[in-house]
Every structure is written in structure tokens, then in C-alpha cells.
């Protein structure tokens, strides 16, 4: 019972601490608060940038037209060299035939066009559509790939998905940097608020060292106030998280720009963004008070 009375002891005195020194906590507050707020941004564009990266990388296919006298025989052997380059993951095969009837579902008038070609003058050729392991490799494999026998032309939107599957990585790489740097701000500012907490109690601190109070007895209602601190920090930029989110994400429909951005769903995204955030919060609290106390007094 005695450890369960001393925690009691600590959480009432680390509140009454708040209280006491009210402009210092609403200090802290409003920094935990701030820097969480950004942080909670950087989390959400980066899940965001990280999905749409995903997908691109998920969609991306490269088209191989084959030439129009390439027989059965040697569309095996393609088959056969594909097999051999490290980087592609699947490939799906579409003859003349196949693509026509495509075409001509999709338009009834480009069907009957293409009706009036036999199959030696038709415009079509056999294609593989093939996804590849890295995209980031994809162009070295579009090179190989156009090296082989029969290959007429390889087509994968070349030049600007290399650029564009690197600015995304970079924009994702930059928001997580963001995010580490505005923690370790943070506990900065904390620490240092903390310490401002501190020096206007070192009569009351040493009278708990007379009475012969251990380290963990005096160390504990701060680090629970850095806690409180954190908690009463999170509040707004959870709210803002889940009810932003869902406002921004009904204000553009779902997507951002173009169809080709597409944003998560507020459910249960913001739900778990908010628990990080609130994790993040306490964890903050607690090392900027316990980083404070064991480094300004020394004890």
C-alpha cells in the first residue's frame, strides 16, 4: 500500500504544482501544444505521401510492343529472357487478338476499324505489360528489356516517374527529419521550462532532502507533472487531427490536385495519428521533466 500512497502523494503535489506555478505550466503547454500540432502534420502528409508513393510504384507498368512478324515461338523465348532480369516481378502477356477485343469494347467505332485490317497490316502489335520489383530501377530494366530480339518499342512514361518516385521519397524523408527535430525541440523547451519550475521550489526541495526524502521520492512529482504537462498538450492538436483531417479530406472530395493523389480515410487514420500524438505528448512531459531534475539538481 505504501508505493500506492506515494504515488497518490506524487500526483497531488505534481498538480498542485501546476497550479502554483500556473504561467510556467501554461508556458509549457502552449510549446507541447505548438510543436505537436506541426508534428501531427508532418505525420499525416508523410502516412499520405508514403500511400500515394506506394501506389505509383503499385500501378507502374512497363508496355513492351513486340514487332508484327514475331512468331509463338520467339514470344516463348521472350518469356524465357524475362525470366532472367532480376528486377521484373510479373508480366502479363496480351496478343493482337486480345488487345483488339479491348479496343472494341471499349469503342464500338474503333472495333470497326480495326475489323478492316487483316493480321499482317494491323496497327496492333503483341504486347506484356510487366511490373518490376524497384521502380527506382526502372529504367535500366526498360534498357535491357528493349536490347531483346523481337522488341519494337518499351514505354513506361520514362523520364518523369524516376522524377517523380524521388521527389515523393524526399518529401517523405524531409517530414520524418521535421518530425524527429520538433520532438527533440521540444524536449529542450520542456527542460528548460522545467528548470525555471525547479529553482523557485529549491527552498522546498531541500527541506525534502533534511527530512531525508530519497531521489525517486523528490524525482517523481515532476516527472509526473512533465506528464500532466504533456496530456493537458496533446488535447487541441488531437482535436485538430481528427476533426481537420476529416474536414480537409471532405473539402477536396478525397483527393488532392488529381485523381492520381489519393488521401487515406479519416477512419481509423486520425484515431491512430491522435494515440501517437497523445503518446508522443507524455513521452515528451516525462523526459523534459526527468532530463531537468536529474541534470539542474543533481540528484
Do not use: W
Request: glycine share 6%; with cysteine.
Amino acid at each position: 500500500m505504501k508505493p500506492f500512497r506515494m504515488l497518490g502523494r506524487s500526483i497531488r503535489d505534481a498538480f498542485k504544482s501546476s497550479i502554483r506555478n500556473f504561467s510556467l505550466s501554461l508556458a509549457s503547454i502552449s510549446c507541447i501544444t505548438i510543436t505537436l500540432i506541426i508534428v501531427a502534420i508532418a505525420i499525416i502528409a508523410s502516412v499520405n505521401v508514403e500511400k500515394v508513393t506506394n501506389k505509383l510504384e503499385k500501378d507502374l507498368t512497363i508496355v513492351v510492343f513486340m514487332e508484327n512478324d514475331t512468331t509463338d515461338k520467339e514470344i516463348e523465348n521472350t518469356k524465357e529472357m524475362f525470366s532472367k532480369i532480376n528486377n521484373i516481378d510479373t508480366y502479363e502477356f496480351k496478343s493482337k487478338l486480345t488487345v483488339k477485343e479491348e479496343m472494341a469494347k471499349e469503342s464500338a467505332v474503333l472495333g470497326t476499324v480495326l475489323d478492316n485490317f487483316d493480321s499482317n497490316e494491323s496497327p496492333l502489335k503483341d504486347t506484356f505489360q510487366i511490373k518490376v520489383k524497384d521502380v527506382l530501377k526502372i529504367g535500366k530494366t526498360a534498357e535491357t528489356i528493349e536490347k531483346l530480339d523481337k522488341v519494337a518499342v518499351v514505354r513506361y512514361g520514362e523520364g518523369m516517374v524516376e522524377k517523380l518516385i524521388k521527389a515523393f521519397s524526399s518529401i517523405q524523408k524531409v517530414t520524418y527529419g521535421i518530425v524527429i527535430a520538433l520532438i527533440i525541440v521540444t524536449i529542450f523547451l520542456i527542460i528548460n521550462t522545467i528548470k525555471l519550475t525547479i529553482s523557485t521550489r529549491k527552498r522546498e526541495i531541500s527541506i525534502m532532502r533534511l527530512v531525508g526524502a530519497s531521489n525517486f521520492t523528490i524525482k517523481t512529482p515532476f516527472i509526473i507533472e512533465g506528464m500532466i504537462l504533456g496530456i493537458f498538450g496533446s488535447v487541441i492538436p488531437i482535436l485538430l487531427t481528427i476533426f481537420g483531417y476529416q474536414a480537409f479530406y471532405d473539402h477536396f472530395g478525397g483527393h488532392l490536385f488529381s485523381q492520381v493523389i489519393v488521401l487515406l480515410k479519416p477512419t481509423p487514420f486520425t484515431y491512430v495519428i491522435s494515440l501517437i500524438i497523445f503518446g508522443i505528448g507524455i513521452l515528451v512531459g516525462m523526459i523534459g521533466s526527468a532530463s531537468a531534475v536529474k541534470k539542474y539538481l543533481k540528484v
